[in-house]
């Protein structure tokens, strides 16, 4: 008996060990949303709304090109500056977007592995129960 008692501890390690590389990948994965949803949190939160305030001063200018050139040219300007702004925004916007694909790529060549790795614990598993199996048959005939 004290064989088949070393067998089940055995698998018993196996399977724990395996749990563990589980554990850790599903940490990994976790982490990395994580800071990928904390990134796209803080560009919302720091963006601000550039459009609506381009809207505005550009019918502002409309109205200052008729009273006074040189207001309209500051309101040009200023016009200009939304512009950059919300181009910038747009970058960043693209940047979030990269990082996401990113995100997305690492979390499927984890989800790949993990399953190749399910695999191959599957195989060992039924590999052992093979062999406990057998020597309990063994162990019945000698008695």
């Given amino acids: 008996m004290s064989k ?11 399977e724990k060990k395996k749990t563990n590389i589980l554990v850790w990948v599903l940490a ?16 919302r939160f720091l963006t601000p709304d550039y459009l609506e305030d381009f809207e505005e001063d550009f019918d502002d200018d409309l109205e200052d090109c ?8 500051d309101k040009h300007e200023e016009a200009k500056k939304s512009e950059a ?19 997305a790529d690492a979390a499927e060549a984890v989800e790949d592995a993990v399953s190749e790795k399910a695999e191959e614990i599957k195989a ?5 129960a093979a062999q406990a199996a057998e020597a309990v048959e063994k162990k019945a005939e000698e008695e």
């Fill in 124 to 128: 060992n598993v039924a590999e052992a």
């Fill in 28 to 43: 990994i994965v976790g982490a990395i949303a994580a800071i990928a949803g904390i990134a796209y949190a803080v560009y």
């Fill in 85 to 103: 702004a919300v181009e910038e925004a747009k970058e960043a916007e693209e940047a979030v977007e990269e990082a996401k694909e990113a995100v």
């Fill in 4 to 14: 088949v008692d070393e067998l089940i501890a055995a698998l018993k390690k196996e």
């Fill in 66 to 73: 008729f009273e006074d050139e040189d207001k309209a040219d």
